[in-house]
């Protein structure tokens, strides 16, 4: 494509975005912390996912100080159910550090803003682009695929040539002082319009320019991505109840589901029986003994690399002392109503559901 198409294609895609543009929260008092926070929430989620939690985290952390000075638990009870929950602890984190380097003013700096936990390149082009104009470009999974389709890049999107190729043509199409509006309507483009199954080509204003809409088959870019077998594993948990309290623990901060609360368990190990499995586990992490009783529920989940089948089963507390937290960041005895003040993975969510349903009969 020529530079004039280029300019065309530009001109084509803002015209389009006056009048296409969602009226998403976050687009609404644009400043450096909404752009920054809406990025971090948007990354692997829909919008419309996205709305609620947005509204209510900036209803209590509405700056970058309430945020740095709140406790992580209360962050992560906020981000209870929006998954991914590594993007809420760097969040946070990174607030602090802003903080304490920059007295709470988000810094218009690449360098500065790449060296703060859980800003990637994507990230920075957002917050430099949307939320202080500069001509930064941007490369999310929608951004990716219009490119793909625009170019007709047959390349697997995976590899490093095809990603070093789809950032240049994003930044050979940014027009010089429209950046943030630009990588707005691509974003919005691909969202709405471009999207993976079935695009609607006939609502798309650079349907003219499309060379994947031109071979007929614009769903063939970018190439579908192998899939491969994943993994399955079966676990354990134990809903451990002394007198009228059951325990729960704090997961470690740098693992899986990191800082959030749950029904200590384990894997299950070959020829282990499931009974087996969950006292050796609580041994393990709690130094503690236990009587396994019925089983509560069984929960189906699945995680991006691998799969899940969990088996929570009602307990009874039989050691004399209290728990010793060896593999767990931290535990707590509490009662029924008392564990909505703490932030649960999805399957333990459903625990409690059932634990609730069990003891209301």
């Not at 509405?62 to 709140?70: D, G, V």
């Not at 089963?313 to 767990?328: H, I, K, L, M, T």
């Amino acid at each position: 494509m020529t530079d004039s198409t280029f300019v065309q294609i530009q001109t084509c895609l803002l015209d389009w975005a006056k009048t296409n543009l969602r009226p998403l929260p976050w687009r609404e008092n644009r400043t450096p912390y909404r752009v920054w926070v809406a990025e971090i929430m948007l990354q692997q989620t829909q919008a419309q996912t996205v709305i609620p939690y947005f509204e209510r985290w900036m209803a209590r952390f509405p700056t970058i100080e309430a945020l740095a000075q709140a406790d992580l638990d209360e962050a992560l009870k906020l981000w209870e159910g929006l998954g991914y929950y590594a993007r809420c602890r760097n969040l946070h984190r990174a607030a602090q550090i802003v903080v304490e380097r920059y007295g709470g003013q988000l810094p218009a700096d690449r360098a500065a803003l790449r060296a703060l936990p859980g800003i990637g390149p994507y990230t920075v082009g957002a917050i430099l682009s949307l939320a202080f104009g500069q001509d930064a470009a941007l490369l999310d999974g929608n951004v990716r695929r219009v490119l793909a389709r625009l170019f007709a890049l047959a390349d697997a999107p995976q590899a490093a040539a095809t990603r070093r190729k789809l950032w240049a043509l994003a930044e050979s199409l940014l027009p010089p002082g429209q950046a943030g509006p630009f990588n707005e309507a691509l974003m919005e483009l691909g969202a709405t319009i471009c999207v993976p199954r079935t695009p609607r080509c006939g609502l798309c204003p650079l349907r003219s320019f499309c060379r994947g809409y031109a071979t007929a088959d614009p769903e063939a870019f970018p190439p579908p991505t192998r899939r491969v077998s994943v993994p399955h594993r079966i676990v354990t948990a134990g809903v451990i109840w002394r007198d009228d309290r059951v325990l729960i623990t704090q997961r470690p901060l740098d693992g899986l589901l990191g800082g959030l609360w749950d029904f200590p368990g384990g894997k299950c190990e070959s020829g282990e029986s499931l009974p087996e499995c969950l006292k050796r586990e609580l041994a393990e992490e709690l130094c503690v003994e236990v009587d396994v009783g019925d089983e509560l529920i069984v929960v189906q989940h699945a995680f991006t690399h691998f799969r899940i089948t969990l088996h929570a089963f009602e307990c009874r507390y039989r050691s004399a002392g209290e728990p010793v937290a060896v593999d767990v960041r931290d535990w707590r005895w509490v009662t029924l109503d008392e564990l909505d003040q703490y932030a649960f993975p999805v399957m333990d969510q459903k625990v409690i559901q059932a634990l609730r349903a069990h003891h209301s009969q």
